[in-house]
Every structure is written in structure tokens, then in C-alpha cells.
T-cell receptor, first 116, second 111 residues
Framework: DTGVSQDPRHKITKRGQNVTFRCDPI?????LYWYRQTLGQGPEFLTY????????KSRLLSDRFSAERPKGSFSTLEIQRTEQGDSAMYLC??????????????FGQGTRLTVV | LAKTTQPISMDSYEGQEVNITCSHN???????ITWYQQFPSQGPRFIIQ???TKVTNEVASLFIPADRKSSTLSLPRVSLSDTAVYYC????????????FGTGTRLTVIP
């Protein structure tokens, strides 16, 4: 399978615990994006990388959230001291860097986080 | 940031053509217009992208007027499997066109 892969698919954690999610993008894609989606809402942008550089981070993202893409390949999203409001689907997407703009993003199946 | 406005929901009978319009009054010169489809419990899937005039692929057509302040996604002869949420995105800078989703349009296809 050469699509975007996310692991785990589901995660249940107790409030206050730390969780880490992994995303493996399509191999030749320079850009990687993280989103959060709750029921009935569109995906909410969290952050995006171009290669290993984190170029943008949502102002809505608290300090408990951190993302890395150490070698410009896979990425991890960590949530520290989880809260019930963090329960959501976390989506990863990747896209190639295209000169002149205009490119499509390919999404993974997401990681569903439930904080109890 | 170019904000988009779409109808919250639409219903259509099978076999009909469906047109979903998106308003983006503050679109910038370098912005592309991209549409995604999302089924429950799945990530969004790219449908079509355009800059101006008309773009057509095997799935849909995208109509963009000269002022680019709106766009219309056209789905020909919809089937029950087209029931999904459709999102219109406008990039806020060249190249980074996939950042901000709105609430989308929930299309329900009725048999």
C-alpha cells in the first residue's frame, strides 16, 4: 500500500496520560499536514511540514501538542496530559511540492482518540 | 485568509446533476480552489482543483467565473454512493493549498 498510513487507528487513554501518533506519508511527498476533526465539523488544521521544517502551526494548538518530522519522512504528533476535549479523529495528509502552486493532498484513515 | 462559504446541506435524487456553490470573496491572486469529498470515518479525498474557467475530470467539473469569487462543483448523475460531505478550500498562499477546511456541504442522495 503506497498511501498515507497512520498508526494506531484507535487509541483509548485515560485523562492526563500522554499519547503519540505516527504518520507515514507517501514517500516522495515533501509536505505533511496534521488535522483534528470532531463529529459534524470539518478537519481543523493543526500544523504542517515541508520536509523536516515545521512551517505553520495553528494558534489554536495548545502547548500540550507537539509534532515532529525529524528526517523529512514520517511524522509524530504527541499530546501531553490529555483532556477529554482532545477526543477526536486525528488526520494526517501529505502532498508533493509543486512549482507554481496547486496540488492535492492525500489523507490517511486517521487515528481516533478517545480520552476517558 | 480566504474564507469559504458553502450551503450546509443539499438533497438530490439519484441520477440528477448536483451543483454545489462555494463563495470565496477574498480569494488571492495565487490561490487555487480545491474540492474534497469525505465519507464517515474516512479521511477526505481529493476531487478536483482549478484556478480559473472550467476544469473537468472523470468524477466532476469545476466552474470558476472570471472574478474567481465563487466556484461551482458539478457532479453529473449522482448515485447513492455520492452521499458525503463536500469541502471547498482556497489556498492562502502559493503552494500551501490544503490548510483550511470549512464545515462543508452534506449531500444526501435519495433513491
Amino acid at each position: 500500500d503506497t498511501g498515507v498510513s497512520q498508526d494506531p487507528r484507535h487509541k483509548i487513554t485515560k485523562r492526563g496520560q500522554n499519547v503519540t501518533f505516527r504518520c507515514d506519508p507517501i514517500s516522495e511527498h515533501n509536505r505533511l499536514y496534521w488535522y483534528r476533526q470532531t463529529l459534524g465539523q470539518g478537519p481543523e488544521f493543526l500544523t504542517y511540514f515541508q520536509n523536516e521544517a515545521q512551517l505553520e502551526k495553528s494558534r489554536l494548538l495548545s502547548d500540550r501538542f507537539s509534532a515532529e518530522r525529524p528526517k523529512g519522512s514520517f511524522s509524530t504528533l504527541e499530546i501531553q496530559r490529555t483532556e477529554q476535549g482532545d477526543s477526536a479523529m486525528y488526520l494526517c495528509a501529505s502532498s508533493p511540492l509543486k512549482a507554481g502552486g496547486g496540488t492535492e493532498a492525500f489523507f490517511g484513515q486517521g487515528t481516533r482518540l478517545t480520552v476517558v | 485568509l480566504a474564507k469559504t462559504t458553502q450551503p450546509i446541506s443539499m438533497d438530490s435524487y439519484e441520477g440528477q446533476e448536483v451543483n454545489i456553490t462555494c463563495s470565496h470573496n477574498n480569494i488571492a491572486t495565487n490561490d487555487y480552489i480545491t474540492w474534497y469529498q469525505q465519507f464517515p470515518s474516512q479521511g477526505p479525498r481529493f476531487i478536483i482543483q482549478g484556478y480559473k474557467t472550467k476544469v473537468t475530470n472523470e468524477v466532476a467539473s469545476l466552474f470558476i467565473p472570471a472574478d474567481r469569487k465563487s466556484s461551482t462543483l458539478s457532479l453529473p448523475r449522482v448515485s447513492l454512493s455520492d452521499t458525503a460531505v463536500y469541502y471547498c478550500l482556497v489556498g492562502d498562499r502559493a503552494g500551501a493549498n490544503n490548510l483550511f477546511f470549512g464545515t462543508g456541504t452534506r449531500l444526501t442522495v435519495i433513491p
